[in-house]
């Protein structure tokens, strides 16, 4: 097997996190002889949460695991990583508004972009957290380490939104 990536993901404990965990584990994601280092990041009341997630992923006894840490810091967790899965956002309420959204998970992308200077200079950045297209150019100007091209984001959703209106 090569060396281990290290992969952080934000919001690991959530539903969306939890599943892209296993999924990566198990090598769907980077291939069965690639090893990764998975790097949980969650809210500081969501870490015992993110450690039960971590001991169903060693009970699999995933081959491709080297080792899984857990933080509650984005500077810990992002340290040299070579993938960063941002996921973890609040989710849209009721009543709420795409400016609403931005208001509340803005500043979650201002810190993890920051954070993102101490990731490897070939990192790749996918945001998942919504509204990702506005929160991945958030992260993207804050951190000044990585060029804009290894920044990307989910927009399928919204592209599914604009054909349902159009249809």
Known sequence: M?????VAITGAAGQ???SLLFRIASGEVFGANQRVELNLLELPQAVK??????MEINDCGFETVEK????DSAEKAFEGIHWALL???KPRGPGMERNDLIKENGPIFVNQGKALNKADSSVRVVVVGNPCNTNAL????NCNEIPAYQFSAMTMLDQNRARAQLA
């Open 2 to 6: 090569s060396q281990p990536i290290k």
């Open 16 to 18: 969306i996190g939890y």
């Open 49 to 54: 949460a993110a450690e039960g997630t971590a």
């Open 68 to 71: 899984i840490n857990i933080f």
């Open 87 to 89: 996921v973890g956002s």
């Open 138 to 141: 958030i992260a993207q100007h």
